[in-house]
């Protein structure tokens, strides 16, 4: 007997529950647009699953989120692996609530497929407080990588990434885009002799600022940076000057920090990331 339908009418753990229960042994097939995934069920109790680069317990938790799509049991189906050893009770009590978590994440966050990027927020005054997770993702943001690969990239599941960005983007500190959007244009105006003195003066404030990083990042890091932090300092002088703006100092930030996890570890990067934080809540302060 076929067993197949539309995720709208049925939520997947309703539609796990209702095949566990009679134990059998198969997998569920689930596709929504160009996205599938799989769960591999054995005398009704989960024992693997996949979707995209995700395996075990986190693709059953990524795959039940899903409103929409349709799924079909293939009967007999062996698993090509054993991910899962939570059981079934377990895994669906967690992915139900992360489903009432995701309903509140995808007022901010359509897709797991959307590019964050980093912005100098505008306007706003006070300090800026993240923690060390946070810091960690924001150096993985690099403009073309999803939160999905940033996921991959800092060691988490995707969904804490997108509980992470939740607060990141209300707080207005990245924006999020629509995969293959193309990248923000450069302020109109910034370069040499183009701008008017508003232009001149954002420039001149924006010199500052990275100077001022320039130093945070020599203070914290010693000698041994030097070179990279004076590579990267160079780097956004010049892009300053062709008219990047405020996306000169987010590359700036992102390539120091990646040094200094490489030279130095994970316990340096997010001592220099605090202090680029403290810079960035002064600065913005001071010119809002």
Known sequence: MT?????????????????AVSGKTGAFQLVRGREEGRIYLEGGRIVHAEAGDLRGEEAVYLLATWDDGSFHFLPGEAPPARTVTRSNTNLLMEAAR???????????????????????????????????????????????????????????????????????????????????????????????????????????????????????????????GWSVILRAYRRAKGELEAGQGTQAVQNMCQEILQQAANLQGPESQRALAERFRDVLAAWNARNS
């Open 98 to 224: 992360r489903m009432d978590e995701w309903k509140i994440l995808s007022k901010k966050i359509p897709s797991l497929d959307h590019v964050p990027r980093f912005q100098v927020p505008e306007g706003k005054q006070g300090q800026i407080n993240l923690n060390t997770q946070e810091w960690l993702v924001l150096s993985k943001i690099d403009g073309r990588a999803s939160l999905s690969e940033i996921a991959r990239k800092v060691g988490l599941s995707s969904f804490e990434v997108a509980k992470l960005l939740y607060g990141l983007v209300t707080m207005g500190l990245i924006t999020l885009e629509e995969p293959g959007a193309a990248p923000p244009p450069a302020p109109e105006g910034g370069a040499e002799g183009e701008g008017g003195p508003e232009d001149e003066d954002l420039r001149k404030a924006l010199q500052e600022l990275i100077r001022k990083l320039r130093e945070e990042a020599h203070a914290a890091m010693g000698e041994v």
């Open 3 to 19: 067993f197949q339908g539309s995720l709208k009418e049925l939520h997947l753990p309703d539609v796990i529950q209702l095949v």
